[in-house]
């Protein structure tokens, strides 16, 4: 791999190869970029992937159905809600299962809360990598209570396991309720104090603004999805263009990038598009608490699970964009094929196209601003 | 797990621990370097007696070994420095960040410090087969020279400090330069890219911030007419309105231009390239483990101590006890060989002065470090050279201004003394009103629990 | 760039602003409480009381309501669990559990085993700190081959399984065992074509989980 990498990489003595990773505090996770630098401007930055991959999506074709529900969490454990979500929908589309209203709102609680948690994470770790390690503290206490509310809810705090086929594995605990709004009341404070001490801090705005910048239609021919693709002026968000369970009930607000601070499609757009989004991903919460129904929170499954052969593919909007499942059955209690399509890794795929004229630590801020997690590349 | 130590089973066996604990820490957090700092005090005129009876051969001798006394003293007393500077920064930053920091090792954890130097010096000392075998040895030595040197120029009290130099600043600036050429060599000698990214950032940086650093210490050397650390001192007064840095406005634009100037010498954050963490692993010092390691830590926060220390030196007042002016010393001396013990009490008192004044600038680098992002590699030279020298001149040439505008309406002074100090006065209230509603802001309490 | 003199003085004035804030906010973080748990001896329960019930921690299973349906069994998706079940010698009618092997080891704790069970036998309970010097000791063996225990089985009027405290079964068993206990011998495998070996005369060694006795099933 490395010297297939190296032939692209035009060598011809001047500039220097380094290897950025894969062990690096700042490539969120096992990452190996090749970059051939002139001093501190890159002339190309590739990335080297496949450090983290575990064989997830053979997996899925040996242990069945419902045992494949903790798999997913670890395809993305920073967002693990969503990768449960696309897979229960994937099959519950092969099934023909409608589940019940009480279990599409309580998907919805669970997965804006750990939206909410992954973009803690994800902007926490991106003002750490430029410097500042404050925030990222700040942001990782509030994460912190996330994962309280959500190891109240369903006993794990990283890898949930938390929704099954045809609905959610526990109904919301005593007291979930009003803990989960005093949190968010708190929360909603937080951002502001958040956006005071970092966000627009001159140093940090000066870092950000107008450095790689990613135009939209180059995003769209990527295949960047979600924030990324949203701070690059591209308005397109599954919760509210291709709806799926109970987010058509829901008012919320899809933020886009316009170069809040400098270009449009800058890294700043991609930072400050996650913070909007928290914002809105508490709104969802308490709307989602205010209007949750009564009723059942899961729906009647057969004990064995085998679809009639088919396929079906379920597209849930993940924190790190557009997670798309794809699931082949073949009639047997075993998956044929179980693919999870992520957002990062498409985010690798443009940080060669970005990364010429970029400083180091400009790469740095790129790779921050993609938020990328190894795990969701290699699977 | 076993423990090292069994944990105490009663309540009162771990009260009486920890009283232990309480008294083991003082011992050497106050014992230590009082007398480290009196084996120099005592070394320094030690070195040119000539005691009867010995050879002129033997007398040079034992003028040597003094020095060589005076100079192992004067590390280890430097060393302890930048440990308890290590165990204040870590104490005030983690409390900035929500959580505890050290508390384990010593009452507080003062300990830590002596802790991870231990487990630094046991650790296995790597030499990379393709580094320079001379030089990536050597480099630490430099740094370390250019670390302890500063130290026998530092005034710590009124009759503190270990060598009176006429040239006081200028030597403190000139010999903390040796530290960027160990940064350098380290960062060559290692043969490893990271290392020499680190090494040639920090070359830029610290040459860069020199220029700056440089003009902004002249403005203070201008006021008080000498270079003489002790002079520069006892030309201010006790007092925030008889300081260099509120007597003169221009004296304030040099206190910011040289605070800013002195972190990038310092490679501190904001400008902490050569050794980003997320960038370079850990920049010109990758390579180094062990106690060559140890050394470029302890040198990073001495110089803290020192960048401190020289800032309180030039702007603050220095040791000038309130109350106590130089006729005060005068009079407490006395007469006698050996002063009385009211002229030991003001010494420490003007000790005691020194350190506080000092802990509170360094609580100022602390708080910056932690609270600002990292600039890029040409944001830090366009800060340098587009805004801080054009500052750094202007408020030299103001100041040239200023002292003939001195020389002929004197009472200036004192006028734009008390006015500055009212000015920081207001300042400082609506700063500390915003900082506590800040609490109030998100929900918070003040809690000043959980230690 | 700035370029002029009024984008120069803006520069220089946002930064000023930008940093009053953030400076503050950081001075104010010193008077409010940090978050540390100060684990494992400055808290005010141990960690493993505060935890919320539902928390998914090492495995406990009550043998006394084990109807050895065996749906834990097949419900783990990394097979951690070996289960054999013979009838007893005594009273055909009767089926006794030899081995009851979780391999918490394996276990990702994802509660997959706990929503089959019809008796509610086997829960996470909220036990984390069961670290062990030897990777062996963390096969729970909740059933002796040499005493194993009948079914349960349920009566036709239950209401209620009675099932022991949660935790109540694990937590003396984590606290007789010594940190660095040493590890179960393994027999070696029996080679092909010969009888098997007379079991020695002392408690047989534990058999390695869970391949041997049980029916051959394709492991992960």
Known sequence: ???????????????????????????????????????????????????????????????????????????????????????????????????????????????????????????????????????MLHGVRERETVNDLIEALCGARLTYNYHRIGGVAFDLPEGWREKTLRFLDHFDRFLTEFDRLISFNEVYVKRLAGVAVIPAPLAIDYGLVGPNLRGSGVDFDLRRDLPYGAYPHFHFEVPVGKGFQGTTGDCFDRYYVRCLEMKESSKIVRQALDTLPEGEFMAKVPRRIKPEPGEALSRVESARGEMAYYVVSDGTENAWRVRARTGSFTAMGIVEAVSPGLMVADLVALIASLDVVAPEIDR | MTEALPLPKTASAARRRARRVLALTLAVGLGLPSALFGAVLVLSPLRHLAPPGLSPGSVFLFRALCLLLLAVVLVTFGAVISGMTVWWEMRVSS??????????????????????????????????????????????????????????????????????????????????????????????????????????????????????????AMVPVLMAGTLSMQGIIRSQGAWPWQWILLTNPF????????????????????????????????????????????????????????????????????????????????????????????????????????????????????????????????????????????????????????????????WVASLTGAVLTLGGAVTAYFFLRLTYRNIAAVGDRVDLSNW | MPETVRAYALAVGTTVRSFWHGLSITLSYLLRRPMTVQYPDRTALPVREMLPPRYRGFLEVDVSICTGCQACERACPIDCIAMVLEKDPQNPKQRLVTQFDIDEAKCMFCGLCVEPCPTGSIQHTQEFEASTRHLRNLTFRWSDPLKPWPVYKVPKDATYYPRALLGAILRPMLEARAWDAPPPEFLPPEPEGKPAPAAPAKAAPPLPAPASAAPPKPGP
């Open chain 2, 251 to 410: 004296a304030l634009l040099a206190f910011l231009v040289f605070f800013v100037a002195q972190l990038a010498e310092g490679n501190r954050t904001p400008f902490d390239l050569p050794e980003a963490e997320s960038e370079l692993v850990a920049g010109y010092v990758s390579e180094y483990s062990a106690f060559r390691f140890a050394i470029f830590f302890l040198v990073e926060y001495g110089n803290l101590w020192v960048m401190s220390a020289v800032a309180v030196t030039l702007f603050l007042g220095g040791w000038q006890v309130p109350f106590a002016g130089p006729a005060a010393f005068e009079a407490a001396r006395g007469v006698a060989t050996l002063p009385g013990p009211l002229w030991w009490a003001l010494e420490i008192l003007s000790l005691l002065v020194f350190v506080a004044k000092t802990v509170l600038v360094m609580n100022l680098i602390i708080w910056v470090r932690w609270t600002l992002p990292r600039i890029r590699v040409d944001q830090m030279m366009s800060l340098c050279w587009k805004y801080l020298v054009p500052f750094a001149f202007a408020a030299f040439v103001g100041t040239l201004l200023w002292q003939i505008l001195l020389a002929r309406v004197p």
């Open chain 1, 1 to 135: 791999m490395e010297r297939l990498i190296l032939r692209r990489l035009s060598a011809d003595g001047e500039e220097m190869i380094l290897n950025f990773g894969p062990q690096h505090p700042s490539t969120h996770g096992v990452i190996n970029f090749m970059v051939e630098t002139d001093g501190e401007v890159i002339r190309k930055a590739i990335p080297e992937v496949g450090y983290l991959h575990r064989s997830i999506e053979k997996i899925g074709e040996k242990v069945g159905y419902p045992g494949f529900m903790p798999f997913t969490d670890r395809v993305d454990y920073v967002a693990a809600m969503f990768a449960n979500e696309g897979y229960a929908i994937a099959v519950e589309r092969l099934l023909k299962l409608e589940i019940p209203p009480r279990a599409r709102w309580l998907r919805a609680i669970s997965c804006e809360l750990c939206r909410i948690a992954s973009h803690l994470i994800a902007v926490g770790t991106m003002t750490m990598d430029i410097g500042a390690f404050t925030p």
């Open chain 2, 95 to 216: 409390r900035m960040q929500s959580r505890v920091g050290y508390n384990r090792v010593g009452a507080a954890g003062f300990l830590q410090w002596v802790a991870d130097a231990v487990k630094l010096i046991l650790k296995e000392d790597l030499v990379p087969k393709d580094a320079d075998a001379v030089l990536f040895r050597a480099a630490p030595y430099f740094v370390i020279v250019g670390f302890a040197l500063t130290f026998v120029a530092l005034p710590f009290g009124e009759s503190l400090i270990a060598a009176d130099l006429d040239v006081g600043i200028f030597y403190l600036l000139s010999v903390s330069a040796l530290v960027v050429v160990g940064i350098l060599v380290a960062g060559w000698s290692s043969n490893s890219k990271w290392s020499l990214f680190g090494g040639m950032r920090s070359a830029a940086q610290v040459i860069s911030y020199e220029i700056p650093a440089g003009l902004a």
